[in-house]
């Protein structure tokens, strides 16, 4: 399936084609559907594209006090239209997920995520050190040091990045593949993510991004098998969503 996905996403874009985050031009997005809140039962947590960009498939999920996962599968016409529920997550989606969420950029060896993981310990005057406890005081009293030992609490942060810009960061949690950032196809050498303030970022080959302009709140960016495309999720108010397309110019 893997060596299927990634012939069909190759074929689907020229070998010429670099993208180039100071050439290239992004849309106005484009609303292929608003989605009122409980339509989906849960919160969003998968978006992917069919091999021929006629279809998208948005995974939901919802979970119970014990974390256990209910999952809820749609699919919606590209060009716009009503939600569709499905019975699971269709052979072409989970295709186009095992190219979409790697760690190395397909067909570009040499964009590739370097992950650093820090655990440190904290206390509760905001003190944290690698290797063990120390003190914000300069001569710490006997209770003060027990009260900091009790506070004490281990702090594990993972931080993701490509050419040296932040992709994805978390603390204590794991990040899970895909979620916030989205390969192009094979050969562009690009990225779709989402930063740290929610924006759509794009960054190529060499390390430098373009922001999407007003794309804020974004989600699930998913660029498209033949890399013209990029669809992601925008919340609007507490629950409420908007499934938008931008077209991109990789020139």
Aim: no cysteine.
């Amino acid at each position: 399936m893997i060596l299927v996905a990634a012939i069909g996403q190759a074929a689907a874009v020229q070998a010429s084609s670099v993208f180039d985050a100071t050439r290239a031009t992004v849309s106005p997005a484009r609303v292929v559907v608003e989605i009122e809140a409980g339509t989906i039962r849960g919160g969003p947590v998968g978006l992917a594209w069919a091999a021929d960009g006629s279809m998208l498939y948005l995974r939901a999920a919802e979970y119970d006090r014990w974390r256990n996962e209910r999952a809820h599968h749609f699919v919606v016409p590209a060009s716009g239209g009503g939600m569709t529920s499905v019975d699971g997550v269709p052979p072409w989606a989970a295709a186009y997920w095992m190219w979409k969420s790697g760690a190395v950029a397909p067909g570009v060896p040499d964009m590739r995520f370097d992950t650093d993981t820090q655990t440190q310990i904290a206390t509760s005057v905001g003190t944290v050190r690698d290797d063990g406890m120390s003190q914000s005081r300069a001569d710490p009293t006997r209770s003060q040091i027990a009260s900091d030992l009790a506070s004490a609490q281990q702090v594990a942060t993972i931080t993701i990045k490509l050419k040296g810009v932040v992709v994805a960061q978390s603390v204590n949690s794991s990040i899970v593949p895909g979620s916030t950032w989205g390969w192009a196809p094979s050969p562009l050498g690009g990225l779709a993510f989402v930063d740290a303030r929610k924006r759509l970022v794009l960054i190529d080959r060499s390390g430098r991004t373009l922001e999407v302009g007003n794309a804020a709140e974004a989600l699930l960016p998913a660029w498209s098998p033949d890399g013209k495309r990029i669809a992601y999720l925008q919340k609007k108010g507490r629950k409420n969503y908007v499934l938008n397309v931008v077209e991109v110019e990789a020139r």
